[in-house]
Protein backbone atom coordinates (compact mmCIF):
# COMPACT_ATOMS: atom_id res chain seq x y z
CA UNK A 1 0.00 0.00 0.00
CA UNK A 2 1.60 3.38 -0.92
CA UNK A 3 1.63 6.37 1.23
CA UNK A 4 -0.70 8.23 -0.33
CA UNK A 5 -3.27 4.79 -0.16
CA UNK A 6 -2.46 4.29 3.35
CA UNK A 7 -3.92 8.12 4.10
CA UNK A 8 -6.55 7.58 2.73
CA UNK A 9 -7.65 4.57 4.15
CA UNK A 10 -7.00 6.03 7.55
CA UNK A 11 -9.17 9.12 6.70
CA UNK A 12 -11.67 7.06 5.37
CA UNK A 13 -11.88 4.05 7.97
CA UNK A 14 -9.91 5.60 11.06
CA UNK A 15 -12.95 7.23 12.79
CA UNK A 16 -14.61 3.68 13.45
CA UNK A 17 -11.73 3.21 15.80
CA UNK A 18 -11.41 6.78 17.03
CA UNK A 19 -12.33 6.09 20.83
CA UNK A 20 -9.00 4.00 20.80
CA UNK A 21 -7.31 7.26 20.72
CA UNK A 22 -8.02 7.35 24.29
CA UNK A 23 -5.01 5.30 26.40
CA UNK A 24 -8.03 4.44 29.23
CA UNK A 25 -10.05 3.21 26.52
CA UNK A 26 -7.82 0.83 25.53
CA UNK A 27 -6.86 -0.50 28.64
CA UNK A 28 -10.49 -0.99 29.64
CA UNK A 29 -11.39 -2.38 25.69
CA UNK A 30 -8.41 -5.10 26.36
CA UNK A 31 -9.44 -5.96 29.76
CA UNK A 32 -12.83 -6.26 29.37
CA UNK A 33 -12.81 -8.06 26.40
CA UNK A 34 -10.90 -10.90 28.14
CA UNK A 35 -13.62 -10.70 31.00
CA UNK A 36 -16.41 -10.75 28.91
CA UNK A 37 -15.12 -14.05 26.83
CA UNK A 38 -15.41 -15.76 30.60
CA UNK A 39 -18.75 -14.35 31.23
CA UNK A 40 -20.59 -15.59 28.28
CA UNK A 41 -18.40 -19.62 29.08
CA UNK A 42 -19.78 -18.94 32.36
CA UNK A 43 -23.28 -18.15 31.57
CA UNK A 44 -23.60 -21.01 29.12
CA UNK A 45 -21.89 -23.53 31.67
CA UNK A 46 -24.76 -22.21 34.28
CA UNK A 47 -27.35 -23.31 32.01
CA UNK A 48 -26.12 -26.59 30.70
CA UNK A 49 -25.15 -27.43 34.71
CA UNK A 50 -28.59 -26.72 35.95
CA UNK A 51 -30.45 -28.44 33.17
CA UNK A 52 -28.03 -31.46 33.49
CA UNK A 53 -28.74 -31.79 37.42
CA UNK A 54 -32.51 -31.36 37.34
CA UNK A 55 -33.69 -31.67 34.24
CA UNK A 56 -36.34 -29.02 34.69
CA UNK A 57 -36.98 -25.98 32.51
CA UNK A 58 -38.65 -23.62 35.09
CA UNK A 59 -35.55 -23.96 37.30
CA UNK A 60 -33.54 -22.40 34.16
CA UNK A 61 -35.96 -19.71 34.01
CA UNK A 62 -35.81 -19.39 37.63
CA UNK A 63 -31.97 -19.31 37.70
CA UNK A 64 -32.39 -16.41 34.58
CA UNK A 65 -34.65 -14.23 36.64
CA UNK A 66 -32.80 -14.37 39.94
CA UNK A 67 -30.09 -13.30 37.34
CA UNK A 68 -31.82 -10.27 36.23
CA UNK A 69 -34.56 -9.31 38.87
CA UNK A 70 -32.36 -7.09 41.13
CA UNK A 71 -31.49 -5.00 38.58
CA UNK A 72 -34.98 -3.54 39.10
CA UNK A 73 -34.40 -2.49 42.94
CA UNK A 74 -30.74 -1.70 43.08
CA UNK A 75 -29.63 -0.42 39.71
CA UNK A 76 -31.01 3.57 41.09
CA UNK A 77 -28.64 2.76 43.80
CA UNK A 78 -25.87 2.09 42.01
CA UNK A 79 -26.69 5.31 39.92
CA UNK A 80 -26.66 7.41 43.03
CA UNK A 81 -23.27 5.87 44.64
CA UNK A 82 -21.87 6.18 40.54
CA UNK A 83 -22.58 10.03 40.78
CA UNK A 84 -21.54 10.64 44.45
CA UNK A 85 -18.31 7.88 44.57
CA UNK A 86 -15.17 7.51 42.54
CA UNK A 87 -16.32 5.50 39.56
CA UNK A 88 -13.09 4.13 38.97
CA UNK A 89 -13.34 2.64 42.64
CA UNK A 90 -16.49 1.79 42.30
CA UNK A 91 -15.53 -0.50 39.15
CA UNK A 92 -12.62 -2.16 40.99
CA UNK A 93 -14.97 -3.30 43.90
CA UNK A 94 -17.39 -4.75 41.34
CA UNK A 95 -14.90 -6.96 39.07
CA UNK A 96 -13.41 -8.04 42.49
CA UNK A 97 -16.89 -9.30 43.62
CA UNK A 98 -17.77 -10.53 40.19
CA UNK A 99 -14.36 -12.79 40.36
CA UNK A 100 -15.27 -14.27 44.09
CA UNK A 101 -18.88 -15.48 42.77
CA UNK A 102 -16.92 -17.12 39.74
CA UNK A 103 -14.98 -18.68 41.75
CA UNK A 104 -16.71 -19.61 44.64
CA UNK A 105 -18.78 -21.40 42.09
CA UNK A 106 -16.07 -23.00 40.53
CA UNK A 107 -14.54 -24.75 43.54
CA UNK A 108 -17.89 -25.86 44.16
CA UNK A 109 -18.43 -27.84 40.86
CA UNK A 110 -14.53 -28.88 41.01
CA UNK A 111 -14.89 -30.32 44.48
CA UNK A 112 -18.38 -31.66 43.58
CA UNK A 113 -20.56 -29.99 46.23
CA UNK A 114 -22.29 -28.30 44.28
CA UNK A 115 -26.11 -27.87 44.85
CA UNK A 116 -29.15 -26.31 43.36
CA UNK A 117 -29.99 -24.27 46.62
CA UNK A 118 -25.98 -23.30 46.46
CA UNK A 119 -26.85 -22.11 42.24
CA UNK A 120 -29.97 -20.09 43.42
CA UNK A 121 -27.72 -18.52 45.68
CA UNK A 122 -25.06 -17.53 44.03
CA UNK A 123 -27.20 -16.46 40.83
CA UNK A 124 -28.43 -14.16 43.31
CA UNK A 125 -25.10 -12.66 44.03
CA UNK A 126 -24.35 -12.21 40.25
CA UNK A 127 -27.53 -10.69 39.95
CA UNK A 128 -26.80 -7.68 42.84
CA UNK A 129 -23.29 -7.63 41.10
CA UNK A 130 -24.59 -6.70 37.47
CA UNK A 131 -27.38 -4.67 39.37
CA UNK A 132 -24.37 -1.98 40.28
CA UNK A 133 -21.99 -3.23 37.45
CA UNK A 134 -24.15 -1.81 33.95
CA UNK A 135 -25.09 1.67 35.29
CA UNK A 136 -21.65 2.44 36.75
CA UNK A 137 -19.78 0.97 33.52
CA UNK A 138 -21.69 2.87 31.47
CA UNK A 139 -21.33 6.07 33.29
CA UNK A 140 -17.46 5.35 33.44
CA UNK A 141 -17.06 4.79 29.83
CA UNK A 142 -17.03 9.08 29.77
CA UNK A 143 -14.44 9.37 32.32
CA UNK A 144 -12.13 7.33 30.33
CA UNK A 145 -11.85 8.99 27.24
CA UNK A 146 -11.02 13.07 26.87
CA UNK A 147 -13.51 14.24 23.62
CA UNK A 148 -17.44 13.46 24.33
CA UNK A 149 -17.58 13.59 20.01
CA UNK A 150 -16.02 10.40 20.52
CA UNK A 151 -18.82 8.99 23.32
CA UNK A 152 -20.62 7.32 20.46
CA UNK A 153 -18.06 5.39 19.48
CA UNK A 154 -16.65 3.98 22.27
CA UNK A 155 -19.96 3.04 23.39
CA UNK A 156 -20.43 1.09 19.99
CA UNK A 157 -17.39 -0.46 19.84
CA UNK A 158 -18.38 -1.87 23.39
CA UNK A 159 -21.00 -3.11 21.93
CA UNK A 160 -19.18 -5.02 19.04
CA UNK A 161 -16.97 -6.52 21.90
CA UNK A 162 -19.93 -7.33 24.10
CA UNK A 163 -21.30 -9.58 20.69
CA UNK A 164 -17.59 -10.52 19.52
CA UNK A 165 -17.07 -11.99 23.34
CA UNK A 166 -20.67 -13.73 22.23
CA UNK A 167 -19.52 -15.73 19.79
CA UNK A 168 -16.32 -16.46 21.27
CA UNK A 169 -17.16 -17.57 24.39
CA UNK A 170 -20.11 -20.02 24.12
CA UNK A 171 -18.10 -22.05 21.72
CA UNK A 172 -15.27 -22.62 24.16
CA UNK A 173 -17.83 -23.09 26.83
CA UNK A 174 -19.35 -25.99 24.43
CA UNK A 175 -15.83 -27.55 23.76
CA UNK A 176 -14.60 -26.98 27.87
CA UNK A 177 -17.57 -28.70 28.83
CA UNK A 178 -17.45 -31.29 26.61
CA UNK A 179 -13.70 -32.23 27.66
CA UNK A 180 -13.58 -31.39 31.17
CA UNK A 181 -17.13 -30.08 32.46
CA UNK A 182 -18.58 -26.66 33.48
CA UNK A 183 -16.17 -26.21 36.56
CA UNK A 184 -13.38 -25.62 34.59
CA UNK A 185 -15.72 -22.63 32.62
CA UNK A 186 -16.18 -21.27 35.91
CA UNK A 187 -12.65 -21.20 36.71
CA UNK A 188 -11.59 -19.64 33.50
CA UNK A 189 -14.16 -16.52 34.24
CA UNK A 190 -13.28 -15.70 37.35
CA UNK A 191 -9.54 -15.66 36.31
CA UNK A 192 -10.32 -13.65 33.29
CA UNK A 193 -11.44 -10.59 35.71
CA UNK A 194 -7.46 -10.83 36.45
CA UNK A 195 -7.50 -8.54 32.74
CA UNK A 196 -10.03 -6.41 33.72
CA UNK A 197 -8.66 -5.43 37.11
CA UNK A 198 -5.28 -5.18 35.74
CA UNK A 199 -6.49 -2.58 33.57
CA UNK A 200 -8.55 -0.96 35.58
CA UNK A 201 -5.18 -0.60 37.69
CA UNK A 202 -3.05 1.13 34.99
CA UNK A 203 -5.42 4.33 34.16
CA UNK A 204 -5.20 7.48 34.84
CA UNK A 205 -8.60 8.77 35.55
CA UNK A 206 -8.89 12.33 36.26
CA UNK A 207 -10.71 13.32 39.31
CA UNK A 208 -13.99 14.65 39.33
CA UNK A 209 -15.10 17.72 40.73
CA UNK A 210 -16.59 16.38 43.69
CA UNK A 211 -20.42 16.76 44.15
CA UNK A 212 -21.35 18.34 47.64
CA UNK A 213 -22.99 15.81 50.06
CA UNK A 214 -25.16 17.73 51.97
CA UNK A 215 -28.33 15.77 50.56
CA UNK A 216 -28.93 11.83 51.74
CA UNK A 217 -28.66 9.32 49.00
CA UNK A 218 -32.90 9.02 49.43
CA UNK A 219 -32.82 12.66 48.27
CA UNK A 220 -30.47 12.59 45.31
CA UNK A 221 -32.66 9.40 44.35
CA UNK A 222 -35.56 11.38 44.13
CA UNK A 223 -33.68 14.18 42.42
CA UNK A 224 -32.75 11.65 39.51
CA UNK A 225 -36.24 10.39 39.33
CA UNK A 226 -37.44 14.06 39.04
CA UNK A 227 -34.97 15.00 36.88
CA UNK A 228 -35.36 11.99 34.00
CA UNK A 229 -38.95 12.26 34.83
CA UNK A 230 -39.67 15.94 33.92
CA UNK A 231 -37.02 16.37 31.14
CA UNK A 232 -39.08 14.57 28.18
CA UNK A 233 -36.48 13.48 25.82
CA UNK A 234 -35.04 11.26 28.90
CA UNK A 235 -38.40 9.64 29.75
CA UNK A 236 -39.43 9.34 26.08
CA UNK A 237 -36.47 7.40 25.65
CA UNK A 238 -36.38 5.36 28.82
CA UNK A 239 -40.23 4.40 28.03
CA UNK A 240 -40.26 3.37 24.53
CA UNK A 241 -36.90 1.02 25.93
CA UNK A 242 -38.49 -0.41 28.77
CA UNK A 243 -41.44 -1.31 26.14
CA UNK A 244 -38.71 -2.89 23.73
CA UNK A 245 -37.05 -4.62 26.99
CA UNK A 246 -40.22 -5.81 28.02
CA UNK A 247 -42.11 -7.10 24.58
CA UNK A 248 -38.60 -7.97 22.61
CA UNK A 249 -35.92 -9.03 24.38
CA UNK A 250 -36.98 -12.18 25.87
CA UNK A 251 -37.46 -13.61 22.38
CA UNK A 252 -34.13 -15.42 24.09
CA UNK A 253 -36.11 -17.82 26.13
CA UNK A 254 -38.32 -18.42 23.11
CA UNK A 255 -35.61 -19.62 21.04
CA UNK A 256 -35.64 -23.13 21.91
CA UNK A 257 -39.21 -23.81 21.04
CA UNK A 258 -38.69 -22.33 17.61
CA UNK A 259 -35.79 -24.84 16.92
CA UNK A 260 -37.33 -28.32 17.98
CA UNK A 261 -40.91 -27.46 17.26
CA UNK A 262 -41.43 -24.71 14.60
CA UNK A 263 -38.63 -25.57 12.16
CA UNK A 264 -38.31 -28.99 13.31
CA UNK A 265 -34.98 -29.40 14.22
CA UNK A 266 -32.35 -29.52 17.03
CA UNK A 267 -30.08 -28.23 19.42
CA UNK A 268 -27.60 -27.16 16.50
CA UNK A 269 -30.60 -25.14 14.71
CA UNK A 270 -30.55 -23.27 18.25
CA UNK A 271 -26.89 -22.36 18.23
CA UNK A 272 -27.83 -21.42 14.44
CA UNK A 273 -30.12 -19.12 15.16
CA UNK A 274 -28.66 -17.20 18.09
CA UNK A 275 -25.44 -16.86 16.54
CA UNK A 276 -27.23 -15.16 13.84
CA UNK A 277 -28.47 -12.33 16.33
CA UNK A 278 -24.68 -11.73 16.95
CA UNK A 279 -23.84 -11.41 13.56
CA UNK A 280 -26.81 -8.92 13.19
CA UNK A 281 -25.56 -7.11 16.08
CA UNK A 282 -22.14 -6.76 14.99
CA UNK A 283 -23.12 -5.01 11.81
CA UNK A 284 -25.28 -2.75 14.01
CA UNK A 285 -22.28 -1.90 16.39
CA UNK A 286 -20.39 -1.28 13.29
CA UNK A 287 -23.16 1.21 11.71
CA UNK A 288 -22.65 3.13 15.07
CA UNK A 289 -19.28 3.14 15.65
CA UNK A 290 -19.29 4.09 11.54
CA UNK A 291 -20.80 7.66 12.83
CA UNK A 292 -18.68 10.70 13.58
CA UNK A 293 -21.02 12.39 15.92
CA UNK A 294 -24.32 11.93 17.82
CA UNK A 295 -25.97 14.44 15.65
CA UNK A 296 -28.99 12.78 14.02
CA UNK A 297 -29.12 9.75 16.26
CA UNK A 298 -32.00 10.84 17.16
CA UNK A 299 -33.78 9.29 14.38
CA UNK A 300 -32.21 6.26 14.78
CA UNK A 301 -34.06 5.22 18.29
CA UNK A 302 -37.40 4.58 17.04
CA UNK A 303 -36.20 3.37 13.56
CA UNK A 304 -34.15 0.52 14.93
CA UNK A 305 -37.13 -0.30 17.71
CA UNK A 306 -39.13 -1.10 14.59
CA UNK A 307 -36.57 -2.71 12.97
CA UNK A 308 -36.32 -4.97 16.04
CA UNK A 309 -39.94 -5.80 16.25
CA UNK A 310 -40.73 -6.31 12.73
CA UNK A 311 -37.85 -8.59 12.30
CA UNK A 312 -39.10 -10.62 15.32
CA UNK A 313 -42.92 -10.33 13.94
CA UNK A 314 -41.60 -11.25 10.65
CA UNK A 315 -39.69 -14.50 11.92
CA UNK A 316 -42.69 -15.50 13.93
CA UNK A 317 -44.12 -16.39 10.67
CA UNK A 318 -41.12 -18.33 8.84
CA UNK A 319 -40.90 -21.98 8.47
CA UNK A 320 -38.00 -21.83 6.67
CA UNK A 321 -34.09 -21.89 8.34
CA UNK A 322 -32.79 -20.03 6.00
CA UNK A 323 -34.97 -17.26 5.70
CA UNK A 324 -35.18 -17.49 9.81
CA UNK A 325 -31.57 -16.87 10.06
CA UNK A 326 -31.63 -13.99 7.86
CA UNK A 327 -34.73 -12.64 10.14
CA UNK A 328 -32.89 -13.39 13.05
CA UNK A 329 -30.10 -11.25 11.86
CA UNK A 330 -31.90 -8.18 11.17
CA UNK A 331 -33.69 -8.28 14.80
CA UNK A 332 -30.16 -8.44 15.73
CA UNK A 333 -29.09 -5.56 14.01
CA UNK A 334 -32.19 -3.37 15.22
CA UNK A 335 -31.60 -4.47 18.44
CA UNK A 336 -28.22 -3.21 18.95
CA UNK A 337 -28.67 -0.22 16.95
CA UNK A 338 -32.16 0.67 19.25
CA UNK A 339 -29.94 0.06 22.80
CA UNK A 340 -26.81 2.08 21.69
CA UNK A 341 -28.91 4.81 20.31
CA UNK A 342 -30.74 5.20 23.79
CA UNK A 343 -27.72 4.74 25.44
CA UNK A 344 -25.56 7.22 23.64
CA UNK A 345 -28.23 10.27 23.41
CA UNK A 346 -29.01 9.69 27.34
CA UNK A 347 -25.50 10.13 28.25
CA UNK A 348 -25.01 12.88 26.26
CA UNK A 349 -28.03 15.33 27.01
CA UNK A 350 -28.06 14.30 30.57
CA UNK A 351 -26.16 16.71 32.93
CA UNK A 352 -22.79 15.14 34.05
CA UNK A 353 -23.78 14.99 38.09
CA UNK A 354 -26.57 12.93 37.27
CA UNK A 355 -25.39 11.09 34.40
CA UNK A 356 -24.69 7.98 36.77
CA UNK A 357 -28.64 7.87 37.77
CA UNK A 358 -29.54 8.33 34.75
CA UNK A 359 -27.72 5.17 33.39
CA UNK A 360 -29.38 3.47 36.56
CA UNK A 361 -32.91 4.21 35.06
CA UNK A 362 -31.41 2.80 31.64
CA UNK A 363 -30.31 -0.06 34.00
CA UNK A 364 -33.58 -0.69 34.87
CA UNK A 365 -35.47 0.04 31.74
CA UNK A 366 -33.00 -2.53 29.78
CA UNK A 367 -32.16 -5.30 32.25
CA UNK A 368 -34.85 -4.71 34.73
CA UNK A 369 -38.12 -5.51 32.50
CA UNK A 370 -36.41 -8.77 31.17
CA UNK A 371 -37.14 -10.85 34.33
CA UNK A 372 -40.63 -9.90 33.98
CA UNK A 373 -40.79 -10.18 30.13
CA UNK A 374 -39.42 -13.43 30.38
CA UNK A 375 -42.63 -14.60 32.53
CA UNK A 376 -44.70 -13.25 30.66
CA UNK A 377 -43.40 -14.33 27.32
CA UNK A 378 -43.56 -18.13 28.53
CA UNK A 379 -46.99 -17.92 30.11
CA UNK A 380 -48.72 -16.58 26.95
CA UNK A 381 -46.39 -19.09 24.40
CA UNK A 382 -48.03 -21.66 26.96
CA UNK A 383 -51.40 -20.57 26.29
CA UNK A 384 -51.43 -19.02 22.37
CA UNK A 385 -48.34 -20.27 21.13
CA UNK A 386 -44.79 -19.11 21.32
CA UNK A 387 -45.66 -18.02 17.06
CA UNK A 388 -48.49 -15.45 18.30
CA UNK A 389 -46.65 -14.92 21.62
CA UNK A 390 -43.50 -13.26 19.35
CA UNK A 391 -45.64 -11.35 17.17
CA UNK A 392 -47.51 -9.68 19.46
CA UNK A 393 -44.32 -8.66 20.87
CA UNK A 394 -42.51 -7.34 17.79
CA UNK A 395 -45.73 -5.75 16.83
CA UNK A 396 -45.73 -3.94 20.72
CA UNK A 397 -42.45 -2.32 19.68
CA UNK A 398 -43.45 -1.66 15.91
CA UNK A 399 -46.63 0.56 18.05
CA UNK A 400 -44.33 1.77 20.28
CA UNK A 401 -41.93 3.46 17.52
CA UNK A 402 -44.79 4.91 16.11
CA UNK A 403 -45.96 6.48 19.31
CA UNK A 404 -42.30 8.01 19.94
CA UNK A 405 -41.90 9.21 16.25
CA UNK A 406 -45.13 11.80 16.58
CA UNK A 407 -43.16 12.82 19.55
CA UNK A 408 -39.87 13.34 18.10
CA UNK A 409 -40.41 16.98 16.72
CA UNK A 410 -40.82 18.30 20.05
CA UNK A 411 -37.76 15.71 21.36
CA UNK A 412 -35.49 17.49 19.36
CA UNK A 413 -36.58 20.67 20.00
CA UNK A 414 -36.02 20.19 23.55
CA UNK A 415 -32.30 18.59 23.08
CA UNK A 416 -31.10 21.37 20.56
CA UNK A 417 -30.05 23.30 23.36
CA UNK A 418 -28.41 21.32 24.66
CA UNK A 419 -26.22 20.55 21.51
CA UNK A 420 -25.64 23.93 21.06
CA UNK A 421 -24.17 24.26 24.32
CA UNK A 422 -21.87 21.27 23.79
CA UNK A 423 -20.93 22.34 20.23
CA UNK A 424 -22.56 19.25 18.30
CA UNK A 425 -24.45 21.92 16.25
CA UNK A 426 -24.33 25.16 15.32
CA UNK A 427 -25.85 27.70 17.19
CA UNK A 428 -28.90 29.52 15.72
CA UNK A 429 -28.87 33.69 14.72
CA UNK A 430 -30.28 34.46 17.86
CA UNK A 431 -28.79 35.61 21.27
CA UNK A 432 -26.95 33.25 23.75
CA UNK A 433 -29.44 33.87 26.22
CA UNK A 434 -32.13 32.55 24.05
CA UNK A 435 -29.71 29.65 23.29
CA UNK A 436 -28.58 28.72 26.70
CA UNK A 437 -30.15 25.17 28.54
CA UNK A 438 -32.46 25.37 31.83
CA UNK A 439 -32.34 22.01 33.27
CA UNK A 440 -36.05 21.09 34.08
CA UNK A 441 -35.44 20.92 37.76
CA UNK A 442 -33.85 24.69 37.82
CA UNK A 443 -36.41 26.17 35.21
Not at 84 to 106: D, K
Request: net charge positive.
Amino acid sequence: MTSREESSFRSRYGHLFRAFRHRNYRLFYAGQGISLIGTWMQQVATGWLVYRMTDSPFLLGMVGFLGNAPSLLLAPVAGVLADRWSRHRLMFAIQGLAMVQALALAVLVLTGRITVPWILVLSIVLGVVNAFDLPVRQAFVLDMIDDRDDLSNAIALNSSMVNGSRLIGPSLAGILIGIVGEGICFLANGLSYIAVIAALAAMRIRPRQAEAQESSMVQHLKEGIRYAWEFKPIRDILMLLSVVSLMAMPYIVLMPIFARDVLKSGPHTLGFLMASVGVGALVGAAIMASRRSVRGLMRFIPLAAALFGAGLAAFSLSRSLPLSLVLMAVSGAGMMLHMNSCNTVLQTIADEDKRGRIMSFYTVAFRGMLPFGSLMAGSFAAWVGAPYTLMIGGLCCVLGALLFARRLPKIRAAVRPIYVQQGIIAPPAVSQEQTRFVPPDQG
